[in-house]
């Protein structure tokens, strides 16, 4: 069974970072990609960043280019997404999810972690 959970929200100051995470199973980690989402209050789910297990290639979404980093630790079965210079505009709640393509092949969804960026 693919789970994934996340972690690490909360709330920050504009400027400020925060780390998530989202934990999966390893066999997920080997044969999907993985990606991050995120929602806003009132707005349409957003692709924000994905990772794939093939050649470690990244995307991320211009709005949080620079920005954001994703990465994995396979040790840990673990990827992260590294969320600096953080902007009220962020606030959102954010969502790990596997699949076979990103963004519409996504198959599996953690329950979302929120963040929110406020001073």
């Known amino acids: 069974q693919v789970q994934l959970v996340e972690s690490g929200g909360g709330l920050v100051q504009p400027g400020g970072s925060l780390r998530l995470s989202c934990e999966v199973s390893?066999?997920?980690?080997?044969?999907?990609?993985i990606g991050w989402f995120r929602q806003a209050p009132g707005k349409e789910r957003e692709g924000v960043s994905s990772?794939?297990?093939?050649?470690?290639?990244?995307y991320y979404a211009h709005s949080v280019k620079g920005r954001f980093t994703i990465s994995r630790d396979n040790a840990k079965n673990t990827v992260y997404l590294q969320m600096n210079s953080l902007k009220p505009e962020d606030t959102a709640v954010y969502y790990c999810?596997?699949?076979?393509?990103?963004?519409?092949?996504?198959?599996?969804w953690g329950k979302g972690t929120p963040v929110t960026v406020s001073s």
């Open positions: 999810a596997a699949g076979t393509g990103f963004p519409y092949g996504m198959e599996y």
């Open positions: 390893r066999f997920t980690l080997d044969y999907y990609a």
């Open positions: 990772i794939d297990t093939s050649d470690n290639s990244t």
